[in-house]
Structure formats: structure tokens, C-alpha cells
T-cell receptor, first 111, second 114 residues
Framework: GIQVEQSPPDLILQEGANSTLRCNFS?????LQWFHQNPWGQLINLFY???GTKQNGRLSATTVATERYSLLYISSSQTTDSGVYFC?????????????FGKGTTLSVSS | DAGVIQSPRHEVTEMGQEVTLRCKPI?????LFWYRQTMMRGLELLIY????????DSGMPEDRFSAKMPNASFSTLKIQPSEPRDSAVYFC????????????FGQGTRLTVV
């Protein structure tokens, strides 16, 4: 099956710093989403981005489907950005539309 | 819409007991998914439904696990009998059919089997 690899696994930042999280996937995908799991365990939708670039406030994401990777940019990080960031893909060759998750990047932002 | 609604939020039960987790998907969504999250295995797909019909249950770990979707607005995941290794957070998600297949997750049920 498709492999989804996220890097780095852990990231520690000072408040105000910028960061880039990466998601590599091993096969073509119909869909790619980025989620933030906050310290309370909720999975928050950040981006639905099978291709192209999107921005939402301090966050932006870019997916280059032909090269099988996606990047999540966090600018001017805040302590509330702490948590785990997941990339999830819906493989092109899979019947149906279930998301396969990477292992996540754990982000800790300190003040 | 209130989003995907799961209940209960927390469940503590004794080994051997039956556990039933519930999910109400977003109205109009055709797909419903059950995921399990553990430290060891991360987020893994257990089963999913399309138009109330189970499509892929290959992720269901054992026969002790079963899931149903009797109608478009309700699904259950049942574990009978429960074991301590079933302790995890169980998420339900739904997604529409069409151009945008963005998935939305419920708040999860944290299950502890003692």
C-alpha cells in the first residue's frame, strides 16, 4: 500500500519562529489533507490540498502531486500551534476514499 | 451543521464487557469511517461505509470488533468482549462524494479497558 512519510518527527521552536513540515507519499493520490491534533486530542482540518498552494492566515500549504510531496508552512509560530500535525492521503488506486495517515510531526512552541 | 458527533467522549470499562461507540456523520455525507489511534500504531483505518454499506473492513483487528450503519445518520462500533489492548482513541469521520472529498472528524471516544 501507499507509504506516507512525514518529517521531521519532532520540532521545537521559540515563539515567533517559522517552520516547514514535509509530507512525502509513495504513489498518486486523489486527495491530501493536513490536520492539527491539539493537546486535547481534536483533529482540526487545516487544508484540503490535492495540488497547488493555499493560505490561511499564518499557515500555508503546497502540494506538488507530480513529485509526490506536500509542505506545510507555519509562520510566526505561537504556543497555540503546539500539537501534532498529520498529513493524510487518499490513494488514487484505492477503491473508495479512505485517508491513510502519516505518523505526524510533533511541534512544541515555547514562549 | 454541528459536525461529526461521537458519543461517549470517554468510556472506562472492565475487561470482558461489551462496549458500543456511536457516531452521527455530517448530514449529506455519503462516506463514514472509523479510525483508531494508539501510540504504537498511530491513526489506522478500521472500517468504512458508503451509503450505509460496509466497503472495506480489512482494518478491523479481530472478530470481537463489529460495526453497523443502520441508516445515513448513525453508526456504531462494538467491541465484545473488550480487552485492555483495545484501549485507544476511536475516531469517526465522514466525507461527501463528489469533487471535494474533504474528510471531517469527530472529537473521538477515549476508551480505557481495565
Amino acid at each position: 500500500g501507499i507509504q506516507v512519510e512525514q518529517s521531521p518527527p519532532d520540532l521545537i521552536l521559540q515563539e515567533g519562529a517559522n517552520s516547514t513540515l514535509r509530507c512525502n507519499f509513495s504513489d498518486s493520490v486523489n486527495n491530501l489533507q493536513w490536520f492539527h491534533q491539539n493537546p486535547w486530542g481534536q483533529l482540526i482540518n487545516l487544508f484540503y490540498i490535492p495540488s497547488g498552494t493555499k493560505q490561511n492566515g499564518r499557515l500555508s500549504a503546497t502540494t506538488v502531486a507530480t513529485e509526490r510531496y506536500s509542505l506545510l508552512y507555519i509562520s510566526s509560530s505561537q504556543t497555540t500551534d503546539s500539537g501534532v500535525y498529520f498529513c493524510a492521503v487518499d490513494p488514487f488506486n484505492q477503491a473508495g476514499t479512505a485517508l491513510i495517515f502519516g505518523k505526524g510531526t510533533t511541534l512544541s512552541v515555547s514562549s | 451543521d454541528a459536525g461529526v458527533i461521537q458519543s461517549p467522549r470517554h468510556e472506562v470499562t472492565e475487561m470482558g464487557q461489551e462496549v458500543t461507540l456511536r457516531c452521527k456523520p455530517i448530514s449529506g455525507h455519503d462516506y463514514l469511517f472509523w479510525y483508531r489511534q494508539t501510540m504504537m500504531r498511530g491513526l489506522e483505518l478500521l472500517i468504512y461505509f458508503n451509503n450505509n454499506v460496509p466497503i472495506d473492513d480489512s482494518g478491523m483487528p479481530e472478530d470481537r470488533f463489529s460495526a453497523k450503519m443502520p441508516n445515513a445518520s448513525f453508526s456504531t462500533l462494538k467491541i465484545q468482549p473488550s480487552e485492555p489492548r483495545d484501549s485507544a482513541v476511536y475516531f469517526c469521520a465522514s466525507t461527501p462524494t463528489g469533487t471535494s472529498t474533504e474528510a471531517f472528524f469527530g472529537q473521538g471516544t477515549r476508551l480505557t479497558v481495565v
